[in-house]
């Protein structure tokens, strides 16, 4: 069962990276939205969809999957206060998740309506969101 569970640790951390990396390419492409003007500027925003729904999408499922699987394989951590700290703030990466789909499909009516700092807020607040996570489920601090 140490093989599985060390399996399933693995391919849920590589959903983690897979759909964090998305969320993080994904602000960093619209943040030179604001920048471009015609053409460019929707094919960011196409490229921007392509990614949330082929990477993001993706990443989240798996890790949501994976991570649910961990939970059964080992239920006592849902009595844990670092598990709820950390599922908390995956709560948080959800709400910025869902934020990402309807701002992309805001913008392919509006291209105009966005800011850089905007993106560049989100990178940053994503990039916490991940540490925080990795450094509750590496240290399980309480």
Partial sequence: MNA???CLIALHIFGVVFWLGGLLMI???LARVPEEVGLPKERFLGVARGLFEATTNL???ITIFLGLLLILTNPPVLRQGWFHVK???V???LFYHVR???RIM???ENPS????REYRVIHGMVSLLLIAILMLAVTKPF
């Fill in 4 to 6: 599985l569970r060390g």
């Fill in 27 to 29: 602000a960093s492409l």
């Fill in 59 to 61: 990443g989240a499922a």
């Fill in 87 to 89: 599922l908390a703030l």
């Fill in 91 to 93: 709560a948080v990466l």
């Fill in 100 to 102: 990402f789909y309807r």
């Fill in 106 to 108: 805001f913008l392919e």
């Fill in 113 to 116: 309506q966005s800011t850089r």
